[in-house]
């Protein structure tokens, strides 16, 4: 059982993918992170002597630390930022626990920004749809929450992004695009490698509604239709990003524990 300044993997895993989840520190010393160069979703590496610096960035937030197997590197690590008055717990059995529990981790093998504490920067074409803004949905959610995204037009995203040392996203030729009758979504769920049975609910969906494919989920004629709305209520793409986040979230919570409920109208439910 976790003691008071300890959280379960349970609890945490929980919390993935939703917007109450805390943020996540890796303070696992290199030889431990090279070993497994795989991150808990959402996670930042920092080094656990430097703890301190990282103090500003987190105050009013809840922080979850861990090392290797939960013991001294994060128990100090989360006593130095208790001390700073910062709500910090320890996640009980650290990263061996997270990984034994058969839990996703997140590969860093094609993302190198994601082994430091600097925010990832991604680039695609404007005027986002389904699949520009449904990769943004899970990278905050399940990779980085800090990352940013540039919304440019389609002629620039390449030279954009070797200029500004962006990561290319959903346009033709690049790695992290569609595959075959997969879209970008399923590519990143399978380059993270953090599937989970929500998340590949949820990526049927957006992928019968960004190749016009409605018949092979229920929901994705609703997905479209709600898109396009979205669209035409926002003419900046940020702030339409930021306006779906709440679409996703919901269609994830729904993914993840009320596929099974439905719900009729019965005005007299409840009376004697």
Same mark, same amino acid.
């Given at each position: 059982?976790?003691?008071?300044?300890?959280?379960?993997?349970?609890?945490?895993?929980?919390?993935?993918?939703?917007?109450?989840?805390?943020?996540?520190?890796?303070?696992?010393?290199?030889?431990?992170?090279?070993?497994?160069?795989?991150?808990?979703?959402?996670?930042?590496?920092?080094?656990?002597?430097?703890?301190?610096?990282?103090?500003?960035?987190?105050?009013?937030?809840?922080?979850?630390?861990?090392?290797?197997?939960?013991?001294?590197?994060?128990?100090?690590?989360?006593?130095?930022?208790?001390?700073?008055?910062?709500?910090?717990?320890?996640?009980?059995?650290?990263?061996?626990?997270?990984?034994?529990?058969?839990?996703?981790?997140?590969?860093?093998?094609?993302?190198?920004?994601?082994?430091?504490?600097?925010?990832?920067?991604?680039?695609?074409?404007?005027?986002?749809?389904?699949?520009?803004?449904?990769?943004?949905?899970?990278?905050?959610?399940?990779?980085?929450?800090?990352?940013?995204?540039?919304?440019?037009?389609?002629?620039?995203?390449?030279?954009?992004?070797?200029?500004?040392?962006?990561?290319?996203?959903?346009?033709?030729?690049?790695?992290?695009?569609?595959?075959?009758?997969?879209?970008?979504?399923?590519?990143?769920?399978?380059?993270?490698?953090?599937?989970? @049975? !929500? &998340?590949?609910?949820? /990526? %049927?969906?957006?992928?019968?509604?960004?190749? +016009?494919?409605?018949?092979? *989920?229920?929901? #994705?004629?609703?997905?479209?239709?709600?898109?396009?709305?979205?669209?035409?209520?926002?003419?900046?793409?940020?702030?339409?990003?930021?306006?779906?986040?709440?679409?996703? @979230? !919901? &269609?994830?919570?729904? /993914? %993840?524990?009320?596929?099974?409920?439905?719900? +009729?109208?019965?005005?007299? *439910?409840?009376? #004697?």
């Amino acid at each position: 059982m976790a003691s008071f300044n300890e959280i379960s993997v349970q609890k945490l895993s929980k919390l993935i993918g939703t917007p109450d989840c805390p943020v996540i520190i890796d303070v696992r010393i290199d030889d431990d992170f090279d070993d497994d160069p795989q991150l808990v979703p959402t996670a930042f590496r920092h080094p656990f002597h430097d703890i301190a610096s990282v103090g500003d960035r987190l105050c009013n937030r809840s922080v979850i630390i861990y090392c290797q197997k939960g013991l001294k590197i994060s128990q100090g690590a989360a006593a130095l930022l208790r001390n700073m008055k910062i709500d910090a717990q320890v996640l009980e059995g650290g990263q061996f626990a997270w990984r034994d529990a058969g839990l996703p981790m997140v590969s860093t093998k094609n993302i190198p920004a994601l082994k430091s504490n600097q925010p990832t920067v991604w680039v695609t074409r404007h005027r986002p749809k389904i699949d520009r803004v449904a990769c943004p949905w899970l990278i905050r959610r399940f990779v980085d929450p800090d990352a940013q995204f540039l919304f440019v037009a389609p002629s620039q995203v390449e030279n954009v992004a070797e200029r500004f040392g962006a990561i290319p996203f959903d346009v033709e030729g690049v790695f992290w695009s569609h595959r075959d009758e997969y879209c970008t979504f399923d590519t990143m769920l399978e380059e993270f490698g953090i599937k989970n @049975d !929500a &998340l590949e609910i949820i /990526a %049927r969906i957006i992928r019968g509604a960004d190749t +016009d494919n409605l018949n092979s *989920a229920p929901q #994705a004629a609703g997905l479209l239709a709600v898109s396009l709305g979205l669209s035409r209520m926002h003419r900046d793409d940020l702030v339409q990003v930021d306006s779906a986040m709440v679409v996703y @979230d !919901a &269609l994830y919570r729904w /993914a %993840r524990d009320a596929t099974d409920e439905g719900h +009729d109208w019965n005005a007299t *439910a409840g009376k #004697a």
